[in-house]
T-cell receptor, first 110, second 115 residues
Framework: GENVEQHPSTLSVQEGDSAVIKCTYS??????FPWYKQELGKGPQLIID?????GEKKDQRIAVTLNKTAKHFSLHITETQPEDSAVYFC?????????FGTGTSLTVIP | NAGVMQNPRHLVRRRGQEARLRCSPMKGHSHVYWYRQLPEEGLKFMVYLQKENIIDESGMPKERFSAEFPKEGPSILRIQQVVRGDSAAYFC?????????????FGPGTRLTVT
């Protein structure tokens, strides 16, 4: 089965700086890579996703890159704000089945 | 358009009791997934259902756990004879079900505490 590794497990940045979270996956058949943001006491919220036919996708301050050859993908958050503080999860899979990384706790320091 | 709904939000059960967790998918969604999240850990897939069908239950423990998604009404995750190790947050997600679409939208979760 798929194995998704996520780094770092914790990340602190100053407000306005960029944050980068990296994930690797093992199954070359995976073709869908979503990212979720989870705030304390809430369910994960889909913030951006990328499919294997695309190398990069951007949505305002959030971007995701995918390197299928190396089997890794990354989340980039620019101009971080305190409200970006949360746990971020990557996932990889195919169709309706995917596997999650262990999460990155991001703290944005005002 | 209401999102995925789960109830109860918090559930306390004593060891040996049964826990029933409910999930109503987003309107128009026909696929439901259940995940378990232990403190400080990621989401672990449990089961994937369509109406009246279990598609993939490879993540479900073999004993005490069952899930259903009837033709009418919410999906139910049932845990019989709960033990302390069952204490966790249980999340439900739903998707439109279009083949390969991938997007899953999560509910707020049910936090189960076994005393």
């Amino acid at each position: 089965g798929e194995n998704v590794e996520q780094h770092p497990s914790t990340l602190s940045v100053q407000e306005g700086d960029s944050a980068v979270i990296k994930c690797t996956y093992s199954d070359s058949a995976s073709n869908y890579f979503p990212w979720y943001k989870q705030e304390l006491g809430k369910g994960p919220q889909l913030i951006i996703d990328i499919r294997s036919n695309v190398g990069e996708k951007k949505d305002q301050r959030i971007a995701v890159t995918l390197n299928k050859t190396a089997k890794h993908f990354s989340l980039h958050i620019t101009e971080t704000q305190p409200e970006d503080s949360a746990v971020y999860f990557c996932a990889a899979g195919t169709g309706n089945q995917f596997y999650f990384g262990t999460g990155t706790s991001l703290t944005v320091i005002p | 358009n209401a999102g995925v709904m789960q109830n109860p939000r918090h559930l306390v059960r004593r060891r040996g009791q049964e826990a029933r967790l409910r999930c109503s998918p987003m309107k128009g969604h026909s696929h439901v997934y259940w995940y378990r999240q232990l403190p400080e850990e990621g989401l672990k897939f449990m089961v994937y259902l369509q109406k009246e069908n279990i598609i993939d239950e490879s993540g479900m423990p073999k004993e005490r756990f069952s899930a259903e998604f009837p033709k009418e009404g919410p999906s139910i995750l049932r845990i019989q004879q709960v033990v302390r190790g069952d204490s966790a947050a249980y999340f439900c997600a739903s998707s439109p079900g279009m083949s390969g679409s991938g997007e899953q939208y999560f509910g707020p979760g049910t936090r189960l505490t076994v005393t």
